[in-house]
């Protein structure tokens, strides 16, 4: 039995398994990757009937994470990292001038440029790239090279805000990595921006309540990439789970960077069921006509764009 790994209940159920031989293959395509050292066995993708996360693990209950070569070879496309993100221009919403913010999975600091001057001055960001360290201390920015959960044996109760973007589904223990910012916040009533309030948690995540969970041979979404996908019902059970006040669920809009993934993603859907691989000739045939299917697909005002955030307070 395969305990949840952000809720720990030990209810979770095995919903589909993907071959070892797929995935690789998948992977070798797209980006030229060979990752077959990093995926031990067959995925198993399992449900959490209490949390309603979903992940993976190996069959022989290891979590397939990727390692600094993986990621180096990501992070050298070009479209892999956005300076611009519509979550950070939301986010800063919830940030004040004094505010003492910690980010967490930083990559190259993108977000401390949206934040005003004393917040950004006082910005930490956590980091396992030494590159990205370097490049941010050229704008004055501050990383260390340290997991969270170390960083908060030494850092309780030191910021008002901590947050983390697109981070959390690639981490092996989402449950260790939450309780980490979490005791990194200050306790009690705040006063900034004219209210008083307590201290945030902020995370943004893809979200499965939206297309993606439609996309077929979605590899980024999947091993060694993303360990976990998260709904709504995730995100409020976050809230039961470490005893926060969940404030709001914000999703995004379909954003211009997706569109073209969300019109062939539902074009195909109207014609093949959606298992999470499928290599199949009548998938490659449907992809193909999608090229001029997609000028069908039209996209509804209310749709659900790739990623939600979740915005939570410590409760007073």
């Not at 992940?55 to 994470?65: A, H, L, Y």
């Not at 090229?291 to 659900?304: D, L, Q, S």
Request: with cysteine; glycine share 6%.
């Amino acid at each position: 039995m395969t305990a949840c790994i952000l809720c720990k209940s030990d209810k979770t159920t095995i919903t589909q398994v993907v071959d070892k031989a797929d995935i690789c293959a998948l992977y070798a395509r797209a980006f030229q990757m060979d990752i077959s050292h990093l995926i031990k066995s067959d995925l198993l993708y399992h449900h959490c009937p209490d949390c309603d996360l979903r992940f993976f693990v190996c069959e022989d209950g290891s979590i397939p994470t990727g390692d600094n070569d993986f990621y180096n070879t990501l992070n050298s496309l070009d479209w892999y990292y956005f300076a611009q993100k519509h979550e950070y221009h939301y986010a800063k919403k919830f940030i004040h001038s004094e505010s003492r913010v910690l980010e967490v999975g930083c990559g190259k600091a993108a977000f401390a440029h949206f934040l005003p001057q004393k917040a950004r001055e006082q910005y930490v960001g956590l980091e396992f790239s030494t590159q990205a360290k370097q490049m941010a201390a050229k704008d004055g920015i501050y990383i260390e090279n340290i997991a969270v959960e170390e960083y908060a044996k030494t850092h309780a109760q030191s910021f008002d805000v901590t947050c983390s973007f697109q981070v959390l589904e690639h981490v092996s223990n989402p449950h260790d990595f939450l309780q980490a910012q979490i005791e990194c916040l200050k306790s009690g009533i705040l006063t900034g921006g004219g209210q008083n309030e307590t201290s945030l948690l902020i995370i943004a995540v893809p979200c499965e309540n939206s297309f993606i969970q439609y996309c077929v041979n979605g590899i980024l979404n999947m091993p060694p990439h993303h360990i976990s996908r998260f709904s709504d019902t995730t995100l409020h059970k976050i809230a039961d789970i470490f005893n926060l006040k969940l404030l709001e669920i914000h999703h995004e809009q379909v954003q211009p960077e997706h569109i073209e993934f969300y019109k062939y993603t539902m074009w195909a859907k109207l014609f093949l069921p959606t298992p999470l691989v499928d290599r199949g000739i009548a998938r490659k045939v449907i992809n193909k006509l999608g090229k001029i299917g997609k000028h069908f697909i039209k996209i509804p005002p209310n749709a659900y764009g790739h990623t939600m955030i979740g915005i939570y307070a410590l409760k007073a």
